[in-house]
């Protein structure tokens, strides 16, 4: 009897809406994101900047995400502090949750820190066991095949976002098949940035959109 296939570490769903959806919302919504759309700009663009001296010394942020220091902690030390990976991971749930919503998946307004109806799971990883110290040099140049591919994705989405919108303001509904690609789109992306800049897995991310 054939063994099931291990799950890959980064799981990512979006509850489908089980009543119709906001016609109103989802005629502004490309207005009605801007407020929330600024506070994730703002956050994800924060800097951690100390001066020593006439010496400035960088903390090591790719936007609000810490990179740098964790890269640097396994390389050298083969530890990846946990309030670090835990700001990374509640700054891309933030990001998915606004995500969802400009994608018109769902229509709660995206708190800035409660789950609503998307989940994104990413367990902090056993860093001696799981983590390579060296990989993490190599990820983001690792993942470049992902990236062509995302592109390609990212246009259908787009696409797709546009038919659901205008389902939506006639029917309500945003159509399954539609819904499942974007939130495909949306698992691969999220699959990727865990394992090429979270840093939260060294299992190569799978090329589907499927769970």
């Known amino acids: 009897m054939a063994q099931q296939q291990e799950a890959y570490p980064v ?6 809406p089980d009543r119709p959806l906001d016609r109103l919302s989802t005629f502004f919504r490309l207005i009605a994101i801007i407020p929330i759309a600024i506070i994730l700009i703002l956050v994800s663009s924060g800097s951690l900047n100390t001066r020593a001296g006439d010496t400035e010394v960088t903390g090591g942020l790719v936007g609000g995400a810490v990179f740098l220091a964790p890269v640097l902690m396994l ?3 083969h530890k990846y502090p946990k309030w670090w990976f835990d700001w990374n991971l ?10 969802a919503y400009l ?27 799981d983590l390579s110290r060296w990989l993490p040099l190599l ?17 259908l989405t787009i696409a797709a976002a546009i038919i659901a919108w205008f389902s939506i303001l006639f029917s ?17 992306t999220n699959r990727v940035t865990a394992y090429a800049f979270l ?6 991310p799978p090329f589907g959109l499927n769970p």
């Open 199 to 204: 840093l939260a897995t060294d299992k190569y």
């Open 75 to 77: 390389l050298f030390r």
């Open 11 to 16: 799981q990512f769903s979006v509850d489908y």
């Open 172 to 188: 309500g509904r945003y159509p399954r098949s539609l819904f499942n690609f974007v939130v495909g789109t949306l698992r691969w």
């Open 103 to 129: 994608f018109l998946l769902r229509d709660e307004y995206p708190s800035t820190d409660e789950e609503q109806a998307v989940h994104l799971e990413v367990p902090y990883p056993e860093v001696k066991r």
């Open 139 to 155: 990820k983001w140049l690792l993942a470049i095949p992902h990236y062509i591919v995302l592109a390609v994705l990212i246009v």
């Open 90 to 99: 509640g700054l891309m749930k933030f990001g998915a949750r606004v995500a």
